[in-house]
C-alpha cells in the first residue's frame, strides 16, 4: 500500500489550501483515514480523520471549522479542505492509513499502519 500526499505549498495568513492523498493498491474504502502533521522540532501531531464511509469525521481542537477532511472511495483519494491558514499550520503534513479501527483509535499514531512522505505547508504572517 502506497501513499502519495500533494497540495502544500506557500500561503498567506487567511488563506486556504486542498491537500490531496491518493492510494495506490490495498483496500482504500475499508480503511480510516487521517492527516497529521508535524512542524520542525515538534512531534507528529493528529489533525483529522475520516471512517470508511465517510460518515464519522474527527478534529484536533485548533482545526475544527477551518478545515475539512472527506474522501472519495471511488478514486481512492483522501483531502484535506484547510481554510483560514494561520502561521501555527506550518507544518509537513501526512495522511495515514488505518486498517483496523476502533472507535478510539483515529487520533492515535501508533494505529496507523501505512503512511505518505508528506506535504510541506508554509503559512506566512
Known amino acids: 500500500v502506497q501513499l502519495q500526499a500533494s497540495g502544500g505549498g506557500l500561503v498567506q495568513t487567511g488563506g486556504s489550501l486542498r491537500l490531496s492523498c491518493v492510494v495506490f493498491?490495498?483496500?482504500?474504502?475499508?480503511?480510516?483515514m487521517g492527516w497529521f502533521r508535524q512542524a520542525p522540532g515538534q512531534e507528529r501531531e493528529f489533525v483529522a480523520a475520516?471512517?470508511?464511509?465517510?460518515?464519522?469525521?474527527y478534529y484536533e481542537d485548533s482545526v475544527k471549522g477551518r478545515f475539512t477532511i472527506s474522501r472519495d472511495n471511488a478514486r481512492n483519494t483522501l483531502y484535506l479542505q484547510m481554510n483560514k491558514l494561520e502561521p501555527e499550520d506550518t507544518a509537513t503534513y501526512y495522511c495515514?492509513?488505518?486498517?483496523?479501527?476502533?472507535?478510539?483509535?483515529?487520533?492515535?499514531?501508533?494505529?496507523?499502519?501505512?503512511w505518505g512522505q508528506g506535504t510541506q505547508v508554509t503559512v506566512s504572517s
Open positions: 475520516v471512517t470508511w464511509s465517510g460518515q464519522h469525521t
Open positions: 495515514a492509513a488505518q486498517m483496523s479501527p476502533t472507535s478510539t483509535s483515529y487520533n492515535y499514531r501508533p494505529l496507523y499502519d501505512y
Open positions: 493498491e490495498g483496500n482504500f474504502e475499508n480503511y480510516l
